[in-house]
């Protein structure tokens, strides 16, 4: 049983894997003269304003990032359709250290510079989508049709919950995405894709034919698919969401070891994919490939940015929660997100109910601390990108509603309420 089991997940960890990798190497075969008028209304707008940006000033989560989209576009421009293997593995744009990205992109695309720097650490997986959607329309369009795609998404997902009677999971990933700004999320490319991964998995768990092996499945290609797409954002999600998600839909007594394969079928896709690359890129360009990607790995798990022992520990976690809603909102946010939490905690407590599943609310609290553990373990990165990866605690945000609702009795809250209510009145 166990044998068989390994064998099936191998074969679809085999067949994903191979499917991901001919499609980038399909991708690079479009010739760049289909993509060049779109590629240069793209460079233009990126050139307006600067690289990194606030929609609302002031308001850290708003900020976009034009230079992680400039070097995605400029990696694009450069897959060699004559030699699409070794242009895939090594993701090289045109840079120059003398102007910024968006500008080198232009100059590329304008004055048909090749590629001089590599970017081989990440499979650029989003290319697959970003190539086709070249040839018919700028980065512009692509904003809009993503964003269009995340905002049906959402919608249906939470009305899908809303269906199946699953009003405190509605309510969770609602006020998740709410406290997260994901609203802004579609300025960016690099922000996107791990959002709509993680909706898509929440998606298919929902089918009534869900069972275990399925579902651990689905995950481990999450964790492979997020490898491939996204650049080290808020990857944790397409874990975290659907898990908690699929607990609560569950309703076992028990399911410590469920979520426990989960969490390995997850980590195996997404830690395997990545280290593929690696692999693939050594074999094809050299060892050296592999010396470059371990230097650029130190620098963002390394505590340069943080010297004194109490930020460098606590440092990622504080930035990264005070980018949320309300915590963003300035000394009023912090005061009235404190009292949230003290009132979630409160009613928990004084009226919880008489059958609380514990061992779910474990599960419920050690997923909530997943990205807590990402942002300890990739400190510099958590640090220097808290405008994006704070959106990771959605799955906090998750956690604690149903952590409340499996806590909390609400027939007897409800019947409080009331009675409070009927003595207001008279």
């Known amino acids: 049983m166990i044998k068989n089991g390994f064998i099936s997940y191998t074969v679809k960890y085999i067949a994903a894997v191979s499917l991901l990798t001919v499609l980038l190497f399909v991708s690079a075969l479009i010739p760049r003269k289909m993509l060049q008028s779109n590629l240069l209304s793209s460079a233009r707008f990126l050139c307006q304003g600067e690289l990194f940006d606030e929609v609302w000033d002031g308001v850290p989560a708003s900020e976009y990032d034009r230079y992680a989209d400039s070097i995605l576009l400029n990696i694009a421009w450069n897959y060699d359709s ?7 593995m090594e993701s090289s744009y045109y840079h120059s250290d003398t102007q910024n990205e968006n500008l080198n992109l232009y100059d590329a695309v304008t004055k048909e510079l090749g590629d001089n720097y590599e970017y081989l650490r990440y499979w650029h997986g989003s290319i697959v989508l970003v190539r086709p959607l070249l040839m018919i329309m700028p980065i512009q369009g692509m904003y809009i049709f993503l964003g269009a795609v995340l905002l049906i998404l959402s919608l249906t997902l939470i009305w899908r919950l809303i269906r199946k009677k699953e009003a405190a999971l ?16 579609p300025f960016c490319l690099e922000y996107i894709w791990t959002f709509l991964i993680m909706l898509t998995v929440s998606h298919l ?12 499945t689905i995950l481990m290609i999450s964790g492979i698919v997020t490898a491939y797409m996204d650049f080290l954002t808020t990857e944790t999600l397409t874990l975290t969401v659907p898990l ?9 007594e028990d399911d410590r070891l469920f979520a426990l394969k989960s969490v390995i079928g997850w980590g ?21 490939a592999v010396t470059s990607i371990l230097t650029h790995a130190e620098e963002r798990t390394g505590g340069l940015v943080l010297d004194e022992a109490y930020f ?3 440092g990622p976690i504080v930035k990264n929660l005070l980018t949320m809603m309300p915590f963003s909102l300035g000394s009023i946010g912090v005061i009235t997100g404190c009292i949230l939490l003290f009132a979630c905690i409160y009613t928990g407590y004084v009226y919880h109910g008489k059958n609380i599943r514990s061992k779910t609310v474990l599960i419920y609290v050690l997923t909530a601390f997943v990205p807590i553990i990402r942002y300890l373990a990739i400190r510099n990165h958590s640090v220097l990108h808290f405008f994006f ?21 609400i027939q007897l809250i409800l019947s409080v309420w009331k009675k409070n209510n009927g003595k207001k009145r008279r």
């Open 82 to 88: 004559e030699h699409p293997v070794r242009s895939v």
């Open 170 to 185: 509605a309510t969770g990933l609602s006020l998740g995405l709410i406290l997260t700004y994901s609203w802004f999320v």
């Open 205 to 216: 768990i929902l089918h009534k034919d869900m069972d275990d092996h399925k579902f651990i």
């Open 244 to 252: 908690i998600i699929a607990v609560k839909i569950r309703a076992r």
């Open 268 to 288: 195996v896709g997404y830690v395997g994919m990545f280290v593929l690359k690696w692999i693939l890129a050594a074999v094809f360009l050299g060892p050296d």
């Open 312 to 314: 460098r520990f606590l």
């Open 389 to 409: 990866t704070f959106r990771a605690l959605m799955a906090v945000i998750l956690a604690l509603v149903m952590v409340l609702y499996e806590a909390a009795d």
